[in-house]
């Protein structure tokens, strides 16, 4: 009954589509047709219609798209909404992680970005112009992006995490005209100031022109650091210093963002995101895909640096669900937080990551238990490969059979997905994607480009460009070349291992980069990492290759112990003799490493690469995107001999 109602397979019926697997291949055949019915399925809004979908004359990396088209992400995401759920339509309720919460009407949310674009343009900020949004999950992160691109200029998100160096580099790097930042935030009770870090860097910022500071406590006195040098204003004042404006008509191609990636070499890559392009994507992967609909209230804790969270500023008020928006983390100040936050907000659509499932899996008690699930509808994830002991116990124990869990994986650079689960796989096999999104040309392949067997792990590609891929580096593109479409001639190759098994289910297996490959065989990390999670004795572990005499690399095991383990030789005995069962004996660790915690990025990804360089003394490259640097101290301890 769930599959008969979803979107998707309205979508079918529309088309007359037996199955899924029909869409996708029509998808390939016939991209024209599958791109504009995803438009005119979400009703997606053109000023000026477009005269042709997709221009390649220039080559797949640099495919144009709805050529002589206008549109506006922000005004489909606020004028059509205002028309169709009404003025006292909760858009957005937040809660802080103090207990605070606010709630922003649809009215209200537009009279917010309307005002904050009157002020924006007030202050020269107009087409083509980047404007930072230095913010953790308040309402004003949505309100501002939405200004922002309303106005044709260039949304610039970056993790409310970051320092000083990280923040300076992204500014410098897109030539930014203006920052929006938060006086602080709170996270696990402690204050964490973000205005000081603005100030500290608008010096090394030469096209910085103005600072917006969004104080928590609006009534507060605000006192501009006379040393900054630059104008300095409130978000209050900003938004009533000229009259209202709405959303602008705009070249569909107009860029809307610029999101930045980090590696572990070299400065963080600027992919570029235009109006049409990630309007259209959201509406297929959320809105078709996943089946957030009109009346969800979701829930994905997450942050404007990541993806996700301009995803989210999109998704939810083009889609007409509610977006719950939480300051701080899933576990604090109640180890339950998560669960109480789906209870009190009565959470339909809830997003999760596999590293977060596997740490709840760490607490003494099962928190879930003293909380109304109920309202739950989908669970969705995306992050790090799941496990299938994490699958199982959310899938069975916290959401008892009953939701289904869509897995989820593409990168930044795609806006979006490559695989997914979707609500007409009810009962998919743990970790497994129900197949490739429509339109992407995904397929796996060797390193010649050509389609691995069945079961076969082989590298995750694309063999076209998609309406919401990036259109290329932010003033970078040679390495956006070399980057993607450079290793096999012909193809985007993503990074990821990924394989298809024979009921034509797909897999991801983690970053190719992280391959190991010991005396001619070649496995990635997520399969050694599997079997040592599946004996219950620790909770999270990264594997990694390290050069050996004899067999080329050795395998050695960083790991964090389950609650109730001790680390000594009886245990490490057992992770190897798993590893060797699972694997063969060729794979049998090095040795165990043990640590209190992994190094992960902002989207709790294991930074495998950065635990390599670590252990080897190698140069560690980027570290904007680590979110607990503290991790590091002891993998430092653990530094093998030269």
């Not at 059509?80 to 339509?89: F, I, Q, V």
């Not at 959201?282 to 609909?293: E, K, P, Q, S, T």
């Not at 659509?349 to 499932?357: C, E, K, Q, R, Y």
């Not at 490969?385 to 869509?406: D, I, Q, Y």
Request: aromatic letters at 8%; hydrophobic letters at 45%; one cysteine or more.
């Amino acid at each position: 009954m769930i599959a008969a109602s979803c979107q998707l397979a309205k979508f079918l019926d529309q088309h007359a589509l037996a199955d899924y697997e029909a869409l996708c291949l029509r998808a390939d055949e016939d991209p024209e047709w599958f791109w504009r019915a995803v438009m005119d399925f979400h009703q997606l809004h053109f000023f000026r219609p477009f005269d042709r979908l997709l221009d390649t004359d220039k080559g797949a990396p640099w495919a144009r798209w709805c050529v002589g088209g206008t549109t506006n992400l922000a005004w489909n995401c606020l004028e059509r909404p205002l028309a169709a759920l009404g003025a006292t339509h909760e858009a957005i309720v937040w809660e802080g992680e103090d207990g605070l919460r606010r709630v922003l009407t649809q009215d209200e949310l537009n009279l917010a970005v309307r005002s904050a674009a009157g002020g924006l343009a007030a202050l020269g900020c107009g087409r083509g112009d980047v404007v930072g949004l230095y913010l953790p999950m308040v309402p004003e992160a949505i309100v501002a992006y939405l200004a922002i691109v309303s106005l044709g200029a260039i949304a610039l998100p970056m993790f409310s995490g970051f320092g000083a160096q990280a923040v300076a580099e992204r500014l410098v790097d897109a030539q930014a005209k203006a920052v929006i930042c938060a006086d602080h935030t709170l996270r696990r009770g402690k204050r964490i100031e973000m205005r000081e870090v603005i100030d500290a860097v608008v010096s090394s910022v030469p096209s910085l022109r103005h600072v917006v500071v969004v104080q928590r406590d609006p009534d507060e006195p605000f006192v501009a650091d006379p040393r900054v040098g630059i104008e300095q204003l409130t978000w209050t004042r900003l938004a009533i210093s000229s009259a209202p404006q709405r959303a602008i008509e705009l070249d569909a191609e107009t860029p809307a963002m610029i999101v930045y990636t980090s590696g572990t070499t070299g400065r963080p890559k600027g992919t570029v995101h235009t109006h049409c392009g990630f309007l259209t994507k959201v509406a297929l992967d959320f809105g078709l895909i996943l089946d957030l609909r009109k009346g969800d209230r979701l829930l994905w804790m997450s942050d404007m640096g990541w993806l996700t969270g301009p995803i989210l500023a999109v998704a939810a008020p083009l889609l007409g669900a509610t977006l719950v928006l939480v300051e701080g983390v899933p576990d604090y100040p109640q180890p339950g937080r998560l669960w109480k936050l789906v209870q009190d907000h009565r959470i339909s659509f809830l997003g999760v990551a596999p590293t977060m499932i596997r740490a709840f899996m760490q607490q003494p008690e099962p928190e879930f238990r003293k909380y109304d699930l109920g309202s739950l509808r989908v669970t969705a994830a995306t992050g790090e490969p799941w496990t299938p002991e994490a699958w199982n116990w959310l899938r069975h124990e916290v959401c008892s059979g009953r939701v289904p869990l869509l897995n989820y994986s593409g990168g930044t650079e795609i806006g979006g997905g490559i695989v997914s689960g979707t609500m007409l796989h009810q009962d998919l096999k743990p970790c497994a994607f129900a197949g490739p999104i429509p339109g992407m040309g995904a397929v796996v392949v060797d390193e010649a480009g050509q389609p691995v067997a069945e079961g076969q792990v082989g590298e995750l590609a694309l063999m076209r460009a998609s309406i919401g891929l990036t259109r290329g580096f932010w003033r970078d593109p040679e390495r956006y070349l070399e980057s993607y479409w450079s290793k096999i001639p012909g193809l985007w190759v993503h990074g990821d291992f990924a394989s298809i098994d024979a009921d034509g289910l797909w897999y991801i297996h983690g970053r190719s980069d992280d391959t190991i490959k010991v005396s001619g065989k070649r496995t990635g990390p997520a399969e050694v990492e599997a079997a040592l999670l599946a004996t219950g004795l620790i909770a999270e572990a990264a594997a990694v290759g390290v050069p050996d005499p004899v067999k080329g690399n050795a395998v050695v095991c960083v790991c964090v112990p389950a609650r109730a383990t001790v680390p000594g030789a009886a245990v490490d005995a057992q992770l190897r003799d798993a590893v060797v069962a699972s694997l063969g004996a060729s794979f049998r660790p090095k040795s165990i490493v043990w640590v209190s915690d992994l190094p992960k990025t902002r989207t709790l990804k294991i930074m495998r690469r950065l635990v390599r360089s670590i252990l080897l003394g190698d140069p560690t490259g980027d570290l904007s995107g680590l979110v607990n640097p503290d991790s590091l101290d002891d993998l430092k301890l653990h530094r093998l001999p030269a």
